[in-house]
């Protein structure tokens, strides 16, 4: 439906902040099971026929108009992040897919550790849930999203079989996962949400026209609004876009009635609701309950803990890249989609730091991307073309994935003085990298470098930390049992107030060393399923 159809003035039993990764998932799972849904989305559809991949000056845009960082991006629908005090820039997109429409599609699942970090190493918390207790919303999603990959991978469990069969690795996959293969350490073809054949409505195997990163025209790789919301919107969800949510709103007795926001022409609206799901991601969420304080709630929304907008992690990255001059392997299709190594993803305690890592193999990069800098950087001057010549398409990286365990002062809070162009507060990030997380970069780069010394590169080049790297948000509105320690329950659910509901990746307690939207989405269904069983107290 259009946002003309659409009546604000009618009470709906759910409403929805956010339509990416987790609001498309609840909104599907939902409207499926006879719920009347509504989704608000500070952003747009998207018209893949106008994507940067569509035109030669790609890289350019991707570095502009399509940059993945908001405070470059600068679009109408953007909030303005301050994160001056951050070592981190956190990256995201506002429109209907949400981030998953600049994803990399990269989706390993966490391993059943990652669930008790307290039990298994003394650090963190451990989840109030299991990797069991998810599996089958692992599984479904991977349907819905359509997953490429392959059974039998040694470093996790069991799992049934992908939909597709993997990505191709390609030149450079195959000569690393043979570096991998005489150093006797793990490697897998990565699971990722992008066709290797034809699968889903209208969309066809990825052709390798170039990087998918900001937006796939050929629909090859999955988002949301290809997906999830098409089924969403046929059983009758409302998704209104260009809508700014200003603060959920509360009765006397501080339950959710639904939310003040800011329609696309400018007008202030209200929209009612029986109960409220956030899915605004890690920055957005504990922004908009922060603003959403009252008398009967002077800290924000579901705050009664302190615990809102604090345990932020990122994950933290670095890299290596080696040169390979007599190689020339492909540089466009999937940025880091060949193969993954977990060698030293679990707690080893003959090293200096616990938890662990995983490596991406990413696919060199672009001739402008090249020679402007990224990673490795090509010098400008005299020497330019010939290092241009030397590097283009003979460039391999391992990418690091760091688990970037919870700390309360890394947080997001509300900055006293920047605004977005609505006048509300925009979010400040406070973020410090651990010493925990340096010792795990610092071990990874070296190991990364026999890696690509094993593979034949002449040079590698170190790129010691990423900071234009937050693309996983989490941990501002952890889950868990205690009331006093987090925000939400095992179900998603405030402990505050019974008709609020948290699914994106807030609700994190641990990261993990992988991409986290395949959990994000697998904890949006089941709090969706606990919805459909446990809570017909919400329909009308």
Same mark, same amino acid.
């Not at 479904?140 to 470093?155: R, S, T």
């Not at 699968?199 to 949301?224: I, P, V």
């Not at 679990?346 to 090293?351: A, F, H, L, S």
């Given at each position: 439906?259009?946002?003309?159809?659409?009546?604000?003035?009618?009470?709906?039993?759910?409403?929805?902040?956010?339509?990416?990764?987790?609001?498309?998932?609840?909104?599907?799972?939902?409207?499926?099971?006879?719920?009347?849904?509504?989704?608000?989305?500070?952003?747009?559809?998207?018209?893949?026929?106008?994507?940067?991949?569509?035109?030669?000056?790609?890289?350019?845009?991707?570095?502009?108009?399509?940059?993945?960082?908001?405070?470059?991006?600068?679009?109408?629908?953007?909030?303005?992040?301050?994160?001056?005090?951050?070592?981190?820039?956190?990256?995201?997109?506002?429109?209907?897919?949400?981030?998953?429409?600049?994803?990399?599609?990269?989706?390993?699942?966490?391993?059943?550790?990652?669930?008790?970090?307290?039990?298994?190493?003394?650090?963190?918390?451990?989840?109030?849930?299991?990797?069991?207790?998810?599996?089958?919303?692992?599984?479904?999603?991977?349907?819905?999203?359509?997953?490429?990959?392959?059974?039998?991978?040694?470093?996790?469990? %069991?799992?049934?079989?992908?939909?597709?069969?993997?990505?191709?690795?390609?030149?450079?996959?195959?000569?690393?996962?043979?570096?991998?293969?005489?150093?006797?350490?793990?490697?897998?073809?990565?699971?990722?949400?992008?066709?290797?054949?034809?699968?889903?409505?209208?969309?066809?195997?990825?052709?390798?026209?170039?990087?998918?990163?900001?937006?796939?025209?050929?629909?090859?790789?999955?988002?949301?609004?290809?997906?999830?919301?098409?089924?969403?919107?046929?059983?009758?969800?409302?998704?209104?876009?260009?809508?700014?949510?200003?603060?959920?709103?509360?009765?006397?007795?501080?339950?959710?009635?639904?939310?003040?926001?800011?329609?696309?022409?400018?007008?202030?609206?209200?929209?009612?609701?029986?109960?409220?799901?956030?899915?605004?991601?890690?920055?957005?969420?504990?922004?908009?309950?922060?603003?959403?304080?009252?008398?009967?709630?002077?800290?924000?929304?579901?705050?009664?803990?302190?615990?809102?907008?604090?345990?932020?992690?990122?994950?933290?990255?670095?890299?290596?890249?080696?040169?390979?001059?007599?190689?020339?392997?492909?540089?466009?299709?999937?940025?880091?989609?060949?193969?993954?190594?977990?060698?030293?993803?679990?707690?080893?305690?003959?090293?200096?730091?616990?938890?662990?890592?995983?490596?991406?193999?990413?696919?060199?990069?672009? %001739?402008?991307?090249?020679?402007?800098?990224?990673?490795?950087?090509?010098?400008?001057?005299?020497?330019?073309?010939?290092?241009?010549?030397?590097?283009?398409?003979?460039?391999?990286?391992?990418?690091?994935?760091?688990?970037?365990?919870?700390?309360?002062?890394?947080?997001?809070?509300?900055?006293?003085?920047?605004?977005?162009?609505?006048?509300?507060?925009?979010?400040?990030?406070?973020?410090?990298?651990?010493?925990?997380?340096?010792?795990?970069?610092?071990?990874?780069?070296?190991?990364?470098?026999?890696?690509?010394?094993?593979?034949?590169?002449?040079?590698?080049?170190?790129?010691?930390?990423?900071?234009?790297?937050?693309?996983?948000?989490?941990?501002?509105?952890?889950?868990?049992?205690?009331?006093?320690?987090?925000?939400?329950?095992?179900?998603?659910?405030?402990?505050?107030?019974?008709?609020?509901?948290?699914?994106?990746?807030?609700?994190?307690?641990?990261?993990?060393?992988?991409?986290?939207?395949?959990?994000?989405?697998?904890?949006?269904?089941?709090?969706?399923?606990?919805?459909?069983?446990?809570?017909?107290?919400?329909?009308?």
């Amino acid at each position: 439906m259009t946002n003309a159809d659409h009546n604000p003035k009618r009470t709906a039993e759910v409403l929805i902040v956010g339509a990416g990764a987790s609001g498309a998932a609840v909104a599907a799972s939902l409207a499926e099971d006879g719920f009347d849904v509504v989704c608000i989305e500070q952003g747009h559809w998207q018209d893949a026929s106008k994507f940067p991949t569509v035109k030669p000056d790609y890289e350019l845009r991707a570095m502009s108009s399509w940059s993945i960082n908001p405070n470059k991006r600068k679009l109408p629908e953007d909030y303005p992040v301050n994160n001056d005090d951050s070592a981190i820039e956190p990256v995201m997109f506002n429109g209907v897919g949400g981030s998953t429409i600049l994803w990399a599609a990269h989706t390993p699942r966490l391993h059943p550790s990652d669930f008790r970090v307290k039990t298994l190493d003394g650090v963190a918390d451990d989840w109030p849930i299991s990797y069991e207790d998810l599996e089958p919303w692992y599984d479904l999603n991977d349907h819905v999203m359509g997953c490429a990959g392959i059974a039998g991978d040694p470093a996790n469990p %069991p799992r049934s079989e992908r939909p597709m069969t993997p990505i191709p690795l390609g030149k450079d996959g195959e000569m690393l996962a043979g570096a991998f293969d005489r150093l006797g350490w793990h490697w897998w073809p990565s699971d990722n949400y992008v066709n290797s054949t034809r699968y889903g409505e209208g969309r066809d195997a990825c052709n390798f026209c170039g990087h998918n990163m900001m937006g796939c025209y050929q629909r090859a790789k999955s988002s949301t609004d290809l997906n999830y919301w098409p089924r969403a919107v046929d059983h009758g969800a409302e998704l209104v876009t260009g809508a700014r949510v200003r603060e959920i709103t509360t009765d006397s007795s501080g339950r959710a009635t639904g939310v003040n926001y800011q329609d696309a022409e400018g007008n202030d609206q209200h929209q009612a609701a029986r109960a409220v799901v956030m899915a605004a991601n890690g920055v957005g969420t504990p922004r908009l309950l922060l603003m959403s304080k009252s008398e009967n709630h002077p800290n924000g929304l579901a705050n009664s803990s302190g615990m809102v907008g604090k345990n932020l992690m990122f994950h933290v990255y670095a890299g290596v890249t080696g040169i390979f001059p007599d190689h020339e392997g492909e540089w466009v299709g999937p940025a880091a989609n060949m193969i993954l190594s977990q060698e030293f993803y679990e707690t080893d305690p003959g090293r200096d730091f616990v938890r662990g890592y995983s490596y991406q193999t990413g696919r060199g990069q672009g %001739p402008g991307s090249t020679a402007r800098g990224g990673s490795p950087r090509v010098p400008w001057g005299a020497d330019h073309h010939a290092q241009m010549q030397r590097r283009f398409r003979n460039t391999v990286g391992l990418g690091v994935i760091g688990d970037d365990l919870p700390e309360q002062h890394n947080s997001v809070s509300l900055d006293p003085n920047l605004t977005d162009n609505s006048g509300l507060p925009a979010p400040k990030i406070t973020y410090t990298v651990s010493d925990n997380s340096r010792a795990l970069l610092d071990h990874a780069l070296i190991q990364g470098q026999k890696v690509l010394e094993e593979a034949g590169a002449d040079e590698i080049m170190v790129n010691r930390f990423s900071r234009e790297a937050g693309w996983h948000l989490m941990g501002t509105a952890r889950m868990g049992d205690d009331p006093e320690r987090s925000v939400v329950d095992s179900n998603g659910q405030s402990h505050d107030i019974d008709n609020l509901f948290i699914v994106d990746g807030s609700v994190f307690v641990t990261g993990g060393a992988v991409n986290p939207t395949p959990t994000i989405q697998a904890i949006a269904l089941r709090t969706a399923d606990y919805i459909t069983n446990e809570r017909e107290d919400l329909k009308a």
